[in-house]
């Protein structure tokens, strides 16, 4: 079992960028797939990128792709979120998730989910 705490939200005005870190916790996290969803207010949560185990392989929703780059530090048990070009569409709580399943280029379900954390850009 792990524990997701996701934490560097905030405000930032459009064209900036933010950088957002899920801690987990637990001594296997390296054998976890990640991911991070996002979910705007009267939306569906959607997906936005996911990594492999070993953070070698990465996928990205088109929505950000180009703009956002996610990484995976197992030796810290981390994995971050970094948001360049921000619009405000990106406006949303993000997600990180995480299980032992397999690593598939977009969304699917996870079994372990932080609490969120707020990302507001404003125009």
């Known amino acids: 079992q792990v524990q997701l705490v996701e934490s560097g939200g905030g405000l930032v005005q459009a064209g900036g960028s933010l950088r957002l870190s899920c801690a987990a916790s637990?001594?296997?996290?390296?054998?976890?797939?990640v991911a991070w969803f996002r979910q705007a207010p009267g939306k569906e949560r959607e997906f936005v990128a996911t990594i492999s185990e070993s953070g070698t392989r990465t996928y990205y929703a088109d929505s950000v792709k180009g703009r956002f780059t996610i990484s995976k530090d197992n030796a810290k048990n981390m994995v971050a979120l970094q948001m360049n070009s921000l619009k405000p569409e990106d406006t949303a709580v993000y997600y990180c998730a995480a299980d032992r399943g397999l690593f598939v280029r977009g969304g699917r379900r996870y079994d372990y989910w932080g609490q969120g954390t707020q990302v507001t850009v404003s125009s």
């Open positions: 637990g001594r296997t996290f390296s054998l976890y797939v």
